[in-house]
Nanobody
Framework: VQLVESGGGSVQTGGSLRLSCAAS?????MGWFRQAPGKEREAVAT???????NYADSVKGRFTISKDNAKKSLYLQMNNLIPEDTAMYYC????????????????WGQGTQVTVS
């Protein structure tokens, strides 16, 4: 499965961005992770094939994950962005694992940069 992200960019504090991830095949679980310089990759939000989302506490109420199964696409709507959200954002997918540990996801996109100033 190949994953291609798009939608990153630079915004000011309080701004919004929408990330998209196009998948070449079906997977049961998908998610968004991010990694800032010098920090470990962390889960932002994950979603299973039933549409049940899970969010990191730091983004609850600001970010919304969604998926379009017909288009094999994953989205992340990010509102009220703050500088601490600055990171490379990665789309991830797995045939079975839907948790929050990056090491268990099999498929990864190349990442898209989000910068909040």
């Amino acid at each position: 499965v190949q994953l291609v992200e798009s939608g990153g960019g630079s915004v000011q504090t309080g701004g919004s961005l929408r990330l998209s991830c196009a998948a070449s095949g079906w997977t049961r679980c998908m998610g968004w992770f991010r990694q800032a310089p010098g920090k470990e990759r962390e889960a932002v939000a994950t979603i299973n094939d039933g549409g049940s989302p899970n969010y990191a506490d730091s983004v609850k109420g600001r970010f919304t994950i969604s998926k379009d199964n017909a288009k094999k696409s994953l989205y992340l709507q990010m509102n009220n962005l703050i500088p601490e959200d600055t990171a490379m954002y990665y789309c991830a997918a797995d045939l079975d694992y839907c948790g929050g540990f990056a090491r268990y996801f099999t498929y990864w996109g190349q990442g898209t940069q989000v910068t909040v100033s």
